[in-house]
């Protein structure tokens, strides 16, 4: 059975595409860059971290709906959360997009739109490529991450 | 259903069909993709397969099977028997003086390292200049850097304009007397313009320069005479003109084939082996190391006569009016811009769409049963002089409809839908 493509272009991911949160450079903090080459997309993550803890976060970048969606999600889900507790939130992200279509849907928060990537295998590296950038800023990493 | 056997033979042409009839010859066209019939617009890609091609391979599985060149039974000199025949249509196709002149490969993409690795290596020394061209596929500029790395040579680059056209002027001041070799695209995979290669080829030729075409593009959709272009090597592939996957082709000229040494080496590409010193069999035998993809070999030259059949004045024709009827269409909808327009161009469409990736417009065209591409195509340094990261390609085929334009378009309005908002 297809799924509807309305499924994977929600509401709340066509404005997050239109309107990215954090859309801005981060002066004093760590970034790192995610691309992707196959489809030219590049997006730079900006991480501010004290004590372990993520202060704030921001992307700018080049990409298409599903990764600058999910690089927007990120920033406003990441922050005031250990470097451990983002970690564990992309684990929970990757196992939600990557699970079988019926497989039951845990609660990821705002993360939860991208639930419908999981019915379109050939995005999954769309919506998990700033999340890749934001494990390398944080580990303060300065190559260029990708997801092909 | 099937077009005849003997198609290949000009003096009987197959009654005219049109492209609704065509396009029953291709099986996998009649399938229906998440609910939708396909529209089948990724032919820059690969193409669909007749029910000729299939079948002939088939046939060559079920009745002739055997190696080639080797055995002295029945079987064998039946498969060596097709598999020849099948070299001397494909040159009589390409117009060569000689079948010698056919060279059995993988793709386009190995009878570039071919050329690079052989008359490359043997011809070009530290200094020496490769001219290729701003509009190449990865294919036509990896093995020539490779070889520059190898023989502390260099690239240059022919320059293109704002439509997507080879600037002749700047090319003929980049020949030089260092200049080894020229490698250009006859069809660009991106921006459709078809080079003028006559041209180029009487250019290069004037300073005793080579020149290497690399027709992946073009076979299915014109007729080549190598002759009449003048290029000294021409290179494709089998599956992006209706044949099978995992062979191609390389056409050089006999003077040049036989002054190249071995590329790869092992059996079938030798006169007699001694631990002291082995002696090469002459072209184009030398370039065929190993046993070759015999049933793919058989399949190509039952596409081609396939392709001789309908008649490549009608394909062109057909696929000239399509891609006018597209080329309309798409510049209708609000926010297309239509990349390459050059004067001389083939089915090749590529677009970008307003404030959408075209990563996005793939995957809803996909959702709707149209396949086209996405992405750089191979051919990222273009896309840098474009100042593109991405298009979204739509190419045609002899067997491509008015419905499958009108697919496009409609799902195209379904993309601006979805993202202009609800």
């Given at each position: 059975m297809a799924a509807d493509i309305e499924t994977l272009y929600r509401d709340v991911i066509l404005d997050h595409n239109r309107r990215p949160r954090n859309f801005r450079v981060l002066e004093d903090g760590g970034k790192a860059e995610g691309s992707n080459p196959l489809c030219g997309d590049r997006l730079t993550v900006y991480l501010r971290v004290a004590s372990e803890t993520i202060q704030d976060a921001a992307f700018q970048g080049y990409g298409c709906a599903i990764a600058i969606a999910s690089a927007s999600l990120m920033t406003e889900s990441v922050k005031g959360k250990t470097l451990a507790e983002a970690e564990a939130l992309f684990e929970q992200l990757l196992q939600m997009i990557t699970a079988p279509a019926e497989a039951p849907l845990g609660d990821l928060g705002g993360l939860s739109a991208l639930a419908g990537v999981r019915q379109f295998p050939v995005r999954v590296k769309c919506a998990t490529l700033p999340w890749q950038a934001l494990r390398a800023a944080a580990a303060g990493r300065v190559e260029v991450v990708s997801t092909e | 259903m099937n077009a005849p056997r003997r198609s290949a033979d000009p003096s009987r042409p197959t009654p005219v069909r049109d492209a609704a009839a065509i396009r029953r010859d291709f099986p996998l066209l009649a399938r229906r993709v998440h609910g939708k019939p396909l529209a089948y617009l990724d032919n820059a890609a690969t193409t669909q397969k007749p029910q000729v091609v299939i079948d002939r391979v088939t046939q060559f599985y079920v009745e002739e099977n055997a190696n080639v060149h080797r055995g002295v039974h029945w079987l064998s000199e039946r498969a060596t028997g097709a598999f020849e025949e099948a070299r001397a249509t494909i040159g009589r196709f390409l117009n060569a003086?000689?079948?010698?002149e056919i060279v059995f490969v993988r793709g386009t993409t190995e009878a570039i390292n071919l050329v690079a690795q052989t008359y490359g290596r043997s011809r070009v020394a530290r200094g020496d200049e490769i001219v290729i061209s701003t509009m190449e596929h990865h294919s036509n500029i990896v093995p020539w850097q490779i070889l520059c790395e190898q023989q502390g040579a260099r690239l240059r680059i022919i320059p293109i304009t704002d439509?997507?056209?080879?600037?002749l002027d700047a090319y003929a001041t980049l020949?030089?007397?260092?200049?080894?070799i020229v490698s250009v695209v006859h069809v660009s995979n991106v921006l459709g313009t078809v080079n003028p290669v006559q041209e180029i080829v009487r250019i290069a030729h004037q300073r005793g320069i080579p020149v290497l075409v690399d027709g992946a593009q073009a076979v299915a959709h014109a007729a080549v005479d190598v002759q009449t272009l003048g290029c000294d090597f021409y290179a494709f592939s089998g599956h992006k003109m209706f044949g099978p996957t995992g062979v191609g082709v390389l056409y050089g000229t006999s003077a040049l084939l036989e002054s190249m040494p071995p590329y790869q080496s092992g059996g079938d590409m030798i006169r007699s082996v001694s631990f002291e010193q082995t002696q090469y069999d002459v072209p184009p035998f030398r370039f065929e190391a190993g046993t070759p993809d015999i049933a793919g070999v058989v399949g190509l030259a039952a596409a081609i006569g396939y392709l001789i059949g309908i008649g490549f004045e009608r394909i062109a024709r057909h696929e000239r009016e399509l891609l006018e009827y597209a080329t309309v269409a798409l510049s209708r909808l609000p926010g297309v811009r239509v990349i390459g327009t050059a004067a001389a161009k083939a089915g090749v469409l590529s677009f970008v769409l307003d404030g959408v990736h075209p990563h996005d417009v793939g995957t809803i065209l996909d959702r709707e049963g149209v396949a086209v591409r996405t992405g750089h195509h191979c051919c990222q340094p273009l896309m840098a002089r474009l100042g593109l990261p991405a298009t979204t390609r739509a190419s045609l085929a002899l067997y491509n409809t008015r419905e499958d334009i009108d697919a496009l378009v409609s799902a195209l309005h379904k993309v601006r839908e979805l993202f202009d908002g609800r």
């Open positions: - | 003086r000689r079948a010698e439509a997507g056209e080879l600037d020949l030089t007397d260092r200049t080894r």
